[in-house]
Structures are given as C-alpha cells and as structure tokens.
C-alpha cells in the first residue's frame, strides 16, 4: 500500500484584495461598517488536489504568482484553506520565509533557542544540538550579535541549520537554497540529500530549473493557483520551460 504523508482534496485559498486606497484603520473600519469597502476575490489556490509520497522529492514550478508559496504555506499549515481538506502525516519542519519565527531585535544565540521553541524542541534539546546547529550554519563569531546586523543569507543558514538540526519526516523548502553563498548551497544540498537516502519527503520551490533538476524526481506546474501538470521531473521541467519561453497564456490543465 502507498504509503502517503501529504494529501490535498480540492483545496482552494482565496484572498480579498482591496480595490481602493485607505488612508489609516480609521477609514478602514468607517468603510467596513457602512459596507463601502470595494473588494475583488483572488485564488491563490483554485481547487489543487495531490498526493505526495514518503521518501518523495517534490520540484514545485510556476511562474510568479501561480501560487507556489501559497502551496507551501497549505501544506505546512501556516495558513488554511478556504476549501478543502489538506492531511499532512508526520513532523514538518517549514523553511518558507526567510527570518520567520525570529526576533530579529535578539542575538543569534538568543534566536537559536527562540525558533527551536517554536519548531516544538525543548530547550535540553536545543542544548544538546546547539553546537551542532553553530557550527553548521557557521556563526560562531556573530552569535551574541543581533539578527537585524545579520544579511538574509546568514539568517537563512541559521533557520535551516535549527529546522535540520534532526531529520523531519517532511521539509518544506521555499526558495532557501538560492541564498547564501555558493559553498554554504552546496552544504544544504548535501544534507537534503542524506535526508532523502533516510526517506524524508521533500518539497521545494526554486527558481532555479537545473537546482530542481539536480534534487527532485517528480515535479508540480502551477498556473494561476491551478495545477496544471505533474509528473517526473524532466517532463514537467521542459513543459515549463516551453510556456517560459511562449508566454503563459491559454495553458490548459494536463494532470
């Protein structure tokens, strides 16, 4: 029997975007009371259904826009669906924002033990990794500096360093392996892929085509909150590359 860890069933995300210009929350909530706010209905998501595997390494494609980010954050239930059902099974470690979970007015030190604390880890454990997860991420001379001195780059090492300090059943990656520095990339891709080789389920957005080639297996194209194709990962790579270089119009759903 499959053994499945992540399962969407017509999953829909909308968002209302305001039409019109408000000068202050005074405004907003005169206008919310009266009934005079001009609001559109967006869909991140527009009825996405999957299926993902354990052990599998998801690439998610699409343009700017097309709801990757909004997947993610579905799956790793930092936001919920306005339709639908998401199932998620097993601990998920989420990478999604850069400098999410952090105070950035704290030192390093201080955030290391603060996002652990999020991420559901006791701070005996956090001690006990916490060499670990310094030398990793490589701060040792910065750690009683505060995060808001820190470039996005090193924030980053610091939150994959805390969230791959043991291996999560699922990682979820946003875009966090084109920050940083080459050399400190090709550290987070080794150890993604040891975590693969242990079955951890994967899923990344990157704008990189050859870094979603390199990693993933299968892969997900989405199209104005739709899924429009899935399948292995060179396939759904050449579509995507195809639409890039014909535009994104009048493409029609192929899963």
């Known amino acids: 029997m499959e053994n499945i860890v992540i399962k969407l069933e017509n999953v829909s995300v909308t968002f209302d ?3 019109e210009n408000i000068s202050g929350f005074k405004e907003y909530i005169i206008k919310k009371i009266k ?18 595997l354990k052990g599998e390494v998801i690439g998610i494609l699409g ?36 400098g999410a979970g952090f105070d950035m ?4 030190r201080e955030n290391i033990y603060l996002n652990g604390a999020i991420l559901g880890y006791s701070r005996k454990f956090i001690e006990s990794k916490f060499n670990d997860i310094v030398d990793f991420a490589e701060i040792h001379d910065f750690l009683d500096v505060p995060l808001k001195n820190y470039s996005s780059g090193m924030v980053a090492r610091i939150g994959f360093s805390i969230a791959t300090v043991v291996k999560p059943d699922i990682l979820i990656l946003d875009e966090i392996l084109s920050v ?10 080794e150890r993604i892929r040891t975590m693969i080789t242990d079955d951890t389920t ?12 390199s990693m993933c297996k299968k892969a997900f194209l989405l199209n104005r909150g739709k899924l429009i194709s899935s399948g292995d990962v060179e396939e759904i790579c050449n579509q995507y590359m195809n639409i890039n270089s014909h535009g994104n119009e009048d493409i029609k759903e192929q899963v």
């Open 202 to 213: 994967v899923i990344m957005v990157s704008h990189s085509i050859e870094q979603i080639r």
């Open 63 to 98: 343009f700017n826009g097309a709801g990757k980010s909004t997947l993610l954050k579905t799956i790793a239930g930092v936001l919920t669906p306005t339709k639908g059902n998401v199932e998620t099974y097993g601990k998920v470690a989420p990478l999604i924002e850069l």
């Open 35 to 52: 009934r005079q706010l001009v609001t559109e209905k967006f869909n991140a998501l527009d009825h996405v259904s999957l299926s993902i």
């Open 17 to 19: 975007l305001h039409k």
């Open 180 to 189: 940083g520095d080459y050399k400190f990339q090709q550290k987070c891709e």
């Open 105 to 108: 007015e704290l030192t390093a």
